[in-house]
């Protein structure tokens, strides 16, 4: 048991990335949060924890939502008393070409995939600080570090989570707390379902292990991450993305 007595939140975690994260942290011992927009699917995942015999408790919370996101904190203190890990997960893609993308795409992805980060990141450190420790987990995107065409909002949205989270580790790090991110490349979840099926074809003859990534491999990534197995690490963006860009 890795995370024996830590509290875990991670966003997003009703479906996708975010639930297999939720359930290994939760595996590993953790009493967790499991949050999202769609509060029904966040009670379904609760019971799947509850079930496997560990802690946990469903909120619902936009990230871009500041009341929202302190009202998610509070819950889970007054509930657990603590917050130790952070995995800022949530995220969207709204694709265009840059011919044609509109302000309202370029916005909600900007404001959900980077602005969301700064705000749960300013909120959830007033309760890492007392306890000078905290393991925040930022997902960014291989679309983020080379580019990907019809992405030039997800792509700018998740490079700048990279350089966010360079800044926070330099900027938290005397105060205990490592910030770090994991940046998945194509992995079979709800989210890449909707890429049609030539595209999928030509992002796996792409990558050198010749598959798709699972939920869990991306899991793996986060909880060495928030581990003591990583706690020399911070700053640094970890490829889970079998190989597709080094
Ligand atoms: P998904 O679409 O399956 O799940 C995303 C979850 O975030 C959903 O449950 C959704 O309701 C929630 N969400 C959306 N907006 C929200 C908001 N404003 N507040 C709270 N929750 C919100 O997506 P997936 O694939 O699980 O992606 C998770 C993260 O991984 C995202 O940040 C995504 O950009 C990133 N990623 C995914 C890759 C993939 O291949 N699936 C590749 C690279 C990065």
Known sequence: MRLKDKVAIVTGSAQGLGKAMILRLASEGAKVVVTDINYDSCLIVKKEIEQSGAEAIAIKCNVTNRDEVKSLLEQTTSKFGKIDIFVNNAGITQDAQITKMT???????????????????QEVIKFMIPNNYGKIVNITSVAGQEGNFGQTNYSAAKSGVIGLTKTLSKELGKRGITVNAVAPGFILTEMTEAIPDKIKEQLIERIPLKRGGQPKEVADAVLFLVSNESSFITGHTLNVNGGMYV
């Not at 302000?103 to 990141?121: G, N, Y």
């Open 103 to 121: 302000d309202e795409q370029w916005d909600r992805v900007i404001d959900t995939d980077l602005k969301s980060m700064f705000i749960c990141t």
